[in-house]
């Protein structure tokens, strides 16, 4: 199964509004990243939190981290149509050589105009 | 996008053909992965490389290799496709100088009929 999970797996709101995606994880980390994902395109990476942080902005991007709960949230401030797209959460486990991150199965988010 | 290029970007073929897909890149990045992503799965790793020659399984290793040859290319054989390998793969890079930034390739789409 996924390192990283998210909640909820699609989530519609209208232009303007927050948006608010949480991620789960099971083990040790490093850092954990959100990266998006436009329609058939690749992933692209938006922030990353380090497992020492707590709290991190980025532009209209708040990225909170819980180690204590294995728990992340990604909360998009005032959304466009263009933040429509898939967002993952991705996790870099503390205790691997490879440095290859593990993807949850992503959260849908559709900001209608 | 960290200059990589996937190749093709589709690909139809038949069960029990041979299948490669190819991954270049122009950043001189040490590490690069391979992943497959599916619906409700997010990206999994196959297979992933840190350095020429230098190459590892991922999570879902089975019935795919690797080769890297140059630092540029990073190549995935599929050895006898079957339907279960239809998926979109992604490559992607990390560089030694930072080494927290996956960047991904723009993905290949294949198919096994």
């Known amino acids: 199964s996924q390192q990283g999970e998210e909640d909820p797996q699609a989530l519609s709101i209208q232009e303007g509004e927050n948006a608010t995606m949480n991620c789960s994880y099971k083990t040790s980390i490093n850092n954990l990243q959100w990266y998006r994902q436009n329609s058939g395109r690749g992933l692209v990476h938006l922030i990353l939190?380090?497992?020492?942080?707590r709290e991190k902005h980025s532009g209209r991007l708040r990225v909170t981290l819980d180690t204590s709960k294995k728990s992340s949230s990604l909360l998009i401030t005032a959304s466009r149509a263009a933040d429509t797209a898939s967002y993952f959460c991705a996790t870099d486990p503390f205790d691997t050589g490879r440095r290859a991150l593990t993807f949850g199965s992503g959260t849908r988010l559709q900001v209608q105009p | 996008d960290a200059g990589i290029t996937q190749s093709p970007r589709h690909k139809v073929t038949e069960t029990g053909t041979p299948v490669t897909l190819r991954c270049h890149q122009t950043?001189?990045?040490?590490?690069m992965y391979w992943y497959r992503q599916d619906p409700g799965h997010g990206l999994r790793l196959i297979h992933y490389?840190?350095?020429?020659?230098?190459?590892d399984k991922g999570e879902v290793s089975d019935g795919y290799s690797v080769s890297r040859s140059k630092t540029e290319d990073f190549l995935l054989t599929l050895e006898s496709a079957t339907s279960s390998q239809t998926s979109v793969y992604f490559c992607?890079?990390?560089?030694?100088?930072?080494?927290?930034?996956?960047?991904f390739g723009p993905g290949t789409r294949l198919t096994v009929l």
């Open positions: 490389s840190y350095g020429v020659k230098d190459t």
């Open positions: 939190i380090r497992s020492n942080e």
């Open positions: 992607a890079t990390r560089s030694l100088a930072d080494t927290d930034t996956q960047y």
């Open positions: 950043e001189n990045h040490r590490y």
